[in-house]
């Protein structure tokens, strides 16, 4: 049954590529249309509050359709929004294209992951199979930029999202016939998935979450300046090391996928420590190359690879419900703009001369998230906690 989770994942690897495209094109776009490279950069943001608010919207109208159905439905309507980006020329236009596709987006990775959580083997496989889509997100991470930096460079910017466009829809046809034809889930199975919603834990997991997330890219969006500034790295090697980043990212998300079904909290645990000790190493040693090599690819391989623990764990509490996912997608977004605009925040407030204060900000949502998680886990334990039964009352003995 992992056949389909492979297309899964080419699926969602098509939407992690759009998601990062304009980064890799931001002066040829800036060009194209007249506007700032800042206004540009702007795209990005655009493209991922789309999918924070626009993907449980489309979750929640796609409710009651069967799975593929929906997938197929949501990934051509993208592919086609993709693709019609060249035919505006105003800014204004690309930004609500971009923030539609971004909704589609949000859509497709929710949909993706419970249909997932559905072809799983056996309710203790859930996060493995989650983990083999989840390198449709590794993936596109590492691609997207530098294919979109290639594409505009060999042709024009207008081509990067032709090309999406046309492997969009190529992607749905094949999607087709590899993809099984799930049920659409009942009305009240639905009315269940929105019902979580009213959970304390499920939104205390969401939390952690977004602070994982947050850390993570807390320091990510500021790895390039810290490479070629701070520890003085050349841009080629930069190049290299930012994708030994992103195999260390597949690498970790298949470890953590094989083991997160039952060993998700001492996962987490173990990858918040990591990742604060990573962090702050950076933070205080970014000025050497060998500190911040080592540093770099460690936060790779415990960073955003605890997605599928994380899923695992939202999934204990609250279900695979396409709403559920769909809004932890919206979470997960969040922490990617939060940590970049704190991190982006503290490295103007101390003078924006070193990337160090981002690393200190991700580290300090490192430490955030594993407090959460242990109040989490303390409060289960005291729930989980057999009430003491009362002692038998002695019996009167009768001659």
Same mark, same amino acid.
């Given at each position: 049954m992992k056949r389909p989770l492979y297309w899964l994942m080419l699926t969602l690897l098509l939407v992690a590529m759009s998601e990062l495209q304009t980064m890799g094109m931001l002066p040829e776009m800036a060009r194209g249309l007249g506007a700032s490279t800042a206004k540009v950069g702007a795209l990005i943001s655009i493209y991922s509050f789309g999918m924070a608010v626009g993907g449980p919207l489309i979750a929640w109208a796609l409710r009651l359709t069967a799975p593929k159905s929906a997938l197929l439905g949501v990934v051509i309507t993208y592919a086609i929004l993709e693709a019609a980006v060249p035919l505006v020329h105003?800014?204004?236009?690309?930004?609500?294209?971009?923030?539609?596709?971004?909704?589609?987006? *949000?859509?497709?990775?929710?949909?993706?992951? /419970?249909?997932?959580?559905?072809?799983?083997?056996?309710? %203790?496989?859930?996060?493995?199979?989650?983990?083999?889509?989840?390198?449709?997100?590794?993936?596109?991470?590492?691609?997207?930029?530098?294919?979109?930096?290639?594409?505009?460079?060999?042709?024009?910017?207008?081509?990067?999202?032709?090309?999406? *466009?046309?492997?969009?829809?190529?992607?749905?046809?094949?999607?087709?016939?590899?993809?099984?034809?799930?049920?659409?889930?009942?009305?009240?199975?639905?009315?269940? %998935?929105?019902?979580?919603?009213?959970?304390?834990?499920?939104?205390?997991?969401?939390?952690?979450?977004?602070?994982?997330?947050?850390?993570?890219?807390?320091?990510?969006?500021?790895?390039?300046?810290?490479?070629?500034? %701070?520890?003085?790295?050349?841009?080629?090697?930069?190049?290299?090391?930012?994708?030994?980043?992103?195999?260390?990212?597949?690498?970790?998300?298949?470890?953590?996928?094989?083991?997160?079904?039952?060993?998700?909290?001492?996962?987490?645990?173990?990858?918040?420590?990591?990742?604060?000790?990573?962090?702050?190493?950076?933070?205080?040693?970014?000025?050497?190359?060998?500190?911040?090599?080592?540093?770099?690819?460690?936060?790779?391989?415990? *960073?955003?690879?605890?997605?599928?623990?994380l899923v695992a764990r939202v999934f204990e509490v609250a279900g695979a419900g396409n709403l559920v996912n769909t809004?932890?997608?919206?979470?997960? /977004?969040? *922490?990617?703009?939060?940590?970049s605009a704190v991190g982006g925040f503290t490295i103007s407030s101390v003078g924006g001369t070193s990337s160090s204060a981002a690393m200190w900000t991700g580290a300090v949502l490192a430490v955030l998230a594993t407090l959460v998680l242990g109040v989490q886990t303390l409060g289960s334990k005291r729930a989980s906690r057999p009430e003491p039964q009362s002692q038998p009352q002695p019996q009167p003995v009768h001659d």
């Open positions: 105003d800014y204004w236009w690309v930004a609500a294209l971009r923030l539609l596709t971004g909704s589609l987006g *949000g859509a497709v990775f929710g949909l993706t992951l /419970t249909m997932a959580a559905r072809l799983a083997p056996s309710p %203790d496989r859930i996060a493995s199979s989650i983990a083999i889509v989840l390198n449709g997100l590794m993936f596109g991470a590492v691609l997207g930029l530098p294919i979109s930096h290639a594409i505009s460079t060999t042709w024009n910017w207008q081509a990067s999202f032709v090309a999406l *466009g046309i492997a969009g829809l190529i992607i749905a046809l094949l999607d087709v016939p590899a993809l099984p034809a799930l049920p659409a889930v009942s009305a009240q199975t639905s009315a269940d %998935d929105v019902a979580q919603f009213r959970s304390p834990r499920l939104w205390s997991r969401y939390l952690v979450s977004l602070l994982t997330i947050g850390a993570t890219y807390g320091a990510f969006s500021y790895f390039t300046p810290l490479l070629e500034h %701070d520890a003085g790295f050349s841009a080629n090697t930069t190049t290299v090391i930012l994708f030994g980043y992103g195999l260390c990212t597949v690498i970790g998300n298949n470890l953590v996928g094989r083991y997160a079904d039952r060993h998700a909290v001492p996962l987490l645990r173990i990858g918040h420590l990591a990742l604060t000790v990573a962090l702050v190493v950076l933070a205080l040693f970014a000025h050497l190359p060998w500190a911040a090599l080592p540093g770099v690819l460690l936060v790779g391989l415990v *960073g955003v690879t605890m997605n599928p623990a809004v932890h997608t919206s979470v997960i /977004t969040l *922490g990617v703009v939060l940590g």
